[in-house]
């Protein structure tokens, strides 16, 4: 599996980006897709993520302001964010994995990682 992350760019607090992260590859059965991101001097967090129910899932410091989403014909997910702070501030990371429940938490384990994109906000 592969996955190609783009969108991000430098925004004014207040604005909208939209990520997107074109997938490639197969992931056999139930499954879980999303994004992480990490601030400098931070450590890696789940941001948001999606199942093969399309039963989604946020941290609470995005909820209300990001949605996220998956094209299945384009196997493309999007990460919609709404109303950005400063402190979005961080490389987001497109991520996937095997599903290890029925739900996918936003920072569940993931298999496999994109390259990042960064986004910054001041």
């Known amino acids: 599996v592969q996955l190609v992350e783009s969108g991000g760019a430098s925004v004014q607090s207040g604005g909208s980006l939209k990520l997107s992260c074109k997938v490639s590859g197969y992931i056999s059965g139930s499954y879980c897709m999303g994004w992480f991101r990490q601030a400098p001097g931070k450590e890696r967090e789940g941001v948001a993520a999606?199942?093969?129910?399309?039963?989604?899932n946020y941290a609470d410091s995005v909820k209300g302001r990001f949605t996220l989403s998956y094209d299945n014909a384009k196997n493309t997910v999007y990460l919609q964010m709404n109303n950005l702070k400063p402190e979005d501030t961080a490389l987001y990371y497109c991520v996937a994995g095997v599903a290890s429940g029925p739900f996918c938490y936003s920072d569940f384990d993931p298999d496999y990682w994109g390259q990042g994109t960064q986004v910054t906000v001041s």
């Open positions: 999606i199942d093969s129910d399309d039963t989604t």
